[in-house]
């Protein structure tokens, strides 16, 4: 692998050159990554890439007006031209009274080691290799007729933060994954699943045939579906398919939305949302953690904190443009890519985990409804309301029998969130992560 460009070093040029320039204020963002990736299929290597590339994000400030620019190409007379775009661009820009750096009282001063880099780059015939041991474990399950193909990769990047309030900071991480998807059953009647995994360090990666043995296996499961009569009934999500439910609530808790009015949380701060006992955690500093992140996007200092405690509502994510809105403290949630200013974001994320087995979860269920998958984005961030395409397996007598397709699951996230039950069966693996849950009261609409 080339030498890069130091990212601190060309982030803090950046800097230096725009308040040359001109400009009250002026931070930046730099990026540099290498990856490589394989594309296997059918027993036979499809594709296999290598890049490096180098991004770099300037945001100035004249007054209230802001103007941010991006480029991939660090040579000093582009650096140059970049500062004249943004400053010219900010000269023209609408005053914005929130726009604005972090003071320096509220920056990051230590930057913790997370363990996220793992400097192991493979070589090109272990990606390959994993990518077909995942593939062909999949295909030797029975039922499974054809492959969408497994993929592998790696990649290690670095970013760098610097800026006029005196923040500078950069931290690097590697991944690796593997994943594969196929095909089960015979022309009208085949379904496809599949299954992935992604770790900060390549030794923490479980055999690729573990992972492709899953995914036929949950193929296969989705044959000879039939549709669920039309009803109000108990849904369990398994743990899967139970991630999306916390995604809702970042959108719902995101700061840019409370300060507008437009989400059904917006005045439910400190109250109780979630039955008692239920808890989510969010931490960026969790030790190999997939979206773990030592400072966020703006240059401050990132902590563990329960989102929900107890179930009550306890943070807004809330990047410094939000905080001054809402006139509150930010909470160290922004988040920035190169070509477009901060917004909040969330870390390493989960609901912690309830007694109950999900077998004894659905033990008392004389009809309902077990998701595996869900499709479409159905939800109405301003009232709540929640209707998603689902399939699954129904449940009688509390167990699970025959698949299930072509069904809708609805309902209000208000009351849905309120009616959640947890099951004991969480593992952190993707960065959002839940175990299965269970909610009573809601509208499946099948025949």
């Given at each position: 692998m080339t030498t890069p460009p130091d990212p601190i070093e060309l982030a803090a040029d950046?800097?230096?050159?725009?308040?040359?320039?001109?400009a009250d204020a002026a931070d930046a963002v730099c990026f540099h990554g290498a990856s490589m990736s394989?594309?296997?299929?059918?027993?036979?290597?499809?594709?296999?890439?290598?890049a490096e590339g180098l991004d770099m994000g300037l945001r100035v400030f004249i007054g209230g007006r802001q103007a941010n620019v991006s480029t991939t190409d660090p040579t000093p007379a582009n650096l140059d031209r970049m500062v004249e775009r943004a400053m010219a661009m900010a000269r023209i820009a609408p005053e914005d009274d929130l726009a604005g750096l972090a003071p320096e009282d509220l920056l990051a001063t230590e930057i913790p080691d997370l363990d996220l880099d793992a400097d192991d780059e493979p070589e090109p015939q272990r990606l390959i290799d994993m990518a077909a041991e995942c593939e062909d474990a999949a295909r030797a399950v029975e039922g499974i007729t054809n492959s969408d193909g497994a993929e592998a990769g790696w990649q290690r990047s670095t970013a760098a933060m610097a800026a006029s309030n005196g923040f500078a900071g950069s931290w690097t991480g590697t991944s690796s994954s593997v994943g594969t998807a196929v095909i089960a059953g015979e022309g009208l009647l085949m379904e496809r699943d599949g299954d992935h995994r992604s770790v900060r360090h390549m030794a923490d990666m479980p055999s690729p045939a573990?992972?492709?043995?899953?995914a036929g296996r949950r193929a296969v499961r989705k044959l000879n579906p039939s549709k669920l009569p039309t009803r109000t009934m108990?849904?369990?999500?398994?743990?899967?398919?139970?991630?999306?439910?916390?995604?809702?609530?970042?959108?719902?808790?995101?700061?840019?939305?409370?300060?507008?009015?437009?989400?059904?949380?917006?005045?439910?701060?400190?109250?109780?949302?979630?039955?008692?006992?239920?808890?989510?955690?969010?931490?960026?500093?969790r030790l190999r953690g997939l979206r773990s992140r030592p400072f966020d996007g703006e240059g401050l200092a990132t902590h563990r904190r329960n989102l929900i405690d107890d179930g009550h509502l306890t943070s807004w994510l809330l990047d410094l443009r939000s905080a001054r809105q809402l006139n509150l403290t930010p909470t160290g949630h922004a988040s920035r890519g190169a070509s477009g200013p901060p917004s909040p974001s969330v870390s390493n994320l989960w609901l912690e985990a309830g007694s109950a087995s999900p077998e004894e979860l659905m033990a008392d269920i004389e009809d309902g409804l077990y998701i595996t998958f869900l499709i479409g984005f159905g939800v109405n961030g301003v009232t709540g309301d929640y209707s998603r395409g689902a399939g699954g397996?129904?449940?009688?007598?509390?167990?699970?029998?025959?698949?299930?397709?072509?069904?809708?699951?609805?309902?209000?996230?208000?009351?849905?969130?309120?009616?959640?039950?947890?099951?004991?069966?969480?593992?952190?693996?993707?960065?959002?992560?839940?175990?299965?849950?269970?909610?009573?009261?809601?509208?499946?609409?099948?025949?």
């Open positions: 950046l800097v230096a050159r725009a308040t040359r320039a001109g394989v594309n296997w299929r059918l027993g036979a290597l499809e594709e296999l890439q290598r573990e992972i492709g043995a899953e108990p849904v369990i999500y398994d743990a899967r398919s139970a991630r999306s439910l916390l995604g809702h609530l970042c959108e719902a808790i995101s700061g840019p939305g409370v300060a507008r009015g437009t989400s059904f949380l917006k005045k439910r701060m400190g109250e109780q949302v979630f039955a008692p006992g239920i808890t989510v955690v969010e931490d960026p500093h397996f129904r449940i009688k007598n509390g167990e699970l029998t025959n698949p299930v397709s072509e069904i809708t699951v609805a309902g209000n996230l208000k009351q849905m969130f309120a009616a959640m039950i947890p099951a004991n069966d969480l593992e952190l693996l993707f960065g959002t992560d839940s175990p299965t849950v269970r909610i009573d009261g809601m509208t499946v609409a099948g025949t």
